[in-house]
């Protein structure tokens, strides 16, 4: 099992820039991708950005594309989230989540991304 926190979320002004952070403990070996995601009430849950802890490599969403950059301590074991020139459609509820194989982390399906955050509310403001 793996137990994961976020943190950096809050109340930010448009144009402005956010690092949300994922912080995984338990079983860490049992996932080798973490993912970033993130959902509005009424919409369907977004995959926004994967990272592969094994080699580094990344995948980034179209929608978000060269505004996010995703990171990884593995000595802390964190994931980090980065998200500039923020939008008002960018106010979501952010999930740090987990799986095995990168990039299918990014699925969101229960087989390849058992393991969830509560996640932290990001509210931008224009």
């Known amino acids: 099992q793996v137990h994961l926190v976020e943190s950096g979320g809050g109340l930010v002004h448009v144009g402005e820039s956010l690092n949300l952070s994922c912080v995984a403990s338990g079983d860490t070996s049992s996932a080798n991708c973490m993912a970033w995601f993130r959902q509005v009430p009424g919409k369907e849950r977004e995959a926004i950005a994967g990272?592969?802890?094994?080699?580094?490599?990344?995948h980034s969403v179209d929608s978000v594309l060269g505004r996010v950059a995703i990171s990884r301590d593995n000595a802390k074991n964190t994931v980090y989230l980065q998200i500039h020139s923020l939008k008002p459609e960018d106010t979501a509820m952010y999930y740090c989540a987990a799986g095995r194989g990168f990039p299918f982390c990014m699925l969101g399906t229960p087989a390849k991304t058992p393991y969830w955050g509560q996640g932290t509310q990001v509210t931008v403001s224009s």
């Open positions: 990272i592969s802890l094994t080699d580094g490599a990344t």
